[in-house]
C-alpha cells in the first residue's frame, strides 16, 4: 500500500480552486478566438472580444473570472492500493475548498439549507463523488459550478423509441429555453443511459473532457457535432444577444441502461467551464 497524506489533497483542491477561478482554460480562449471569426453578429463579437478581455484581466491581475465562483464540484479517483493517513478524506477536501475560497477572495455561494437560504459563509460543504480505481495513486478534480448555468441543465427519462432524435430535442429545447441564463458561448456535456443518478453524474464527466475532443465511438462523435451544430442554429449567440456562436463544444458520455429505459442529462457549463486536476 501507497501511504498518502490527505494533507496533499487540502492543498491540492485549495490551488485548484484558485486557479480554476483566475485563469480561463487556453482552449476557451482559442475557442472564443475561433468564433470571433465565424460570428455574424458585430454584438456577438464585440462581446467575444470582452469575453477575451476579461480573461486577461482576470489572470494578470488574479481576480475571478466571474462574481459567481461556484459550487465546488470534487471527483476523486483512489486507487485501490492507497492508504490514506492524517485524516479523513471529507474533511480535508473541505478544508481544500474552505482555504481556498476563502485565501482567494472567491465568493461563497453555498446555502445552508434550500429553503432558509443563509449562507455557511466558506463555500462548503462541496460536492464529492468517489471512485475507487486500480492503482496506488489518486485523481482529484475540481470544477467548480455556476448557479446560472447549473439551473438551465435538464435531465429527462425518455422512452426507448425516443432514441437519438430524442436526445436531439432535448438539446435543442435545453439551449433554446436557456437563452442567456448560462452566459453563452456554453459547453454542454451530455448524459446518455445508465439510470437517474448515473446519466446526470455522466454529463457532469461529460463538461471535465478537454474541449473539442471528440468521444472515442465514431457514433458518439458524429452525435456531438450534431448537438454543437443543434445548439449554434438557436440564434442565441454570445451573451444570448444573437447571433452564431452559442456553443463551443458538446461531449457526450454513454452507458449501457435498462431495456425500458433511455434517461438523458444536459448538464450546461457557462464561458468560463471551470475544471482542473492533479494526480497525487
Ligand atoms: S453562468 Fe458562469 S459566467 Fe454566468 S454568472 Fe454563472 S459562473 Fe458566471
Known sequence: MRKVNVAKITAAVKK?????NYKV????????????????SPVGREILRQLICNADIARRERIPICQDCGLAVVFVEIGQDVKLV????????EAGVRQGYQ?????????????????????TPAIIH??????????????????????MSRLKMMKPADGEAGVKELVRETVREAGPNPCPP?????????????????AKKALLRK??????????????????????????????????VTCIGVAVESRPCHIASMPVAVNVNCHVSRHGSKII
Open 16 to 20: 485548484i480552486c484558485i486557479d480554476t
Open 25 to 40: 482554460d487556453p482552449d476557451i480562449i482559442k475557442a472564443f478566438k475561433t468564433g470571433l471569426r465565424r460570428e455574424k
Open 86 to 93: 492524517g485524516g479523513g478524506l471529507r474533511q480535508a477536501i
Open 103 to 123: 485565501q482567494g477572495y472567491l465568493r461563497k455561494s453555498v446555502a445552508k439549507d434550500p429553503m432558509i437560504r443563509v449562507n455557511t459563509g466558506d463555500n
Open 130 to 151: 468517489t471512485e475507487i480505481v486500480t492503482g496506488d495513486k489518486l485523481r482529484v478534480t475540481v470544477a467548480p459550478k455556476g448557479g446560472g448555468s447549473e439551473n
Open 186 to 202: 456554453i459547453v454542454l456535456g451530455v448524459g446518455i443511459g445508465g439510470n437517474f443518478e448515473m446519466c446526470a453524474i455522466l
Open 211 to 244: 474541449l473539442g475532443k471528440p468521444n472515442q465511438d465514431k457514433r458518439l462523435a458524429k452525435l456531438e457535432q450534431d448537438l454543437l451544430r443543434i445548439a449554434n442554429d438557436s440564434g442565441v449567440g454570445p451573451q444570448g444577444a444573437g447571433g452564431t
